[in-house]
């Protein structure tokens, strides 16, 4: 996209979401085989969770990715 060098899987990604990747996200392979760039086969990875365990970071990392991401996959409501 606009004249960068990425690699495949990358690209393939960027155009499903129709953006370019943030700095913290990862395209993984479902199947583990690197080159099968089909869209069903790639995944969007975030990297950027807090190191921490204390609920207090973990809420607010939750709530940055259902902001970030809240578009791609509604989140599910809790029984």
Do not use: F
Not at 14 to 28: A, F, I, K, M, S
Not at 43 to 54: I, K, M, N
Request: aromatic share 8%.
């Amino acid at each position: 996209m606009n004249g960068r060098y990425v690699l495949e899987h990358i690209a393939v990604m960027e155009t499903q979401l129709g953006r370019y990747l943030h700095p913290d996200e990862r395209v993984h392979h479902k199947n583990k085989v690197r080159n099968d760039n089909r869209p069903q086969n790639l995944e969007l990875w975030s990297v950027g969770h807090p190191s921490g365990a204390r609920v207090e970071d973990m809420l607010a990392w939750a709530y940055e990715v259902i902001e970030r991401y809240g578009d791609v996959c509604p989140p599910k409501k809790l029984a």
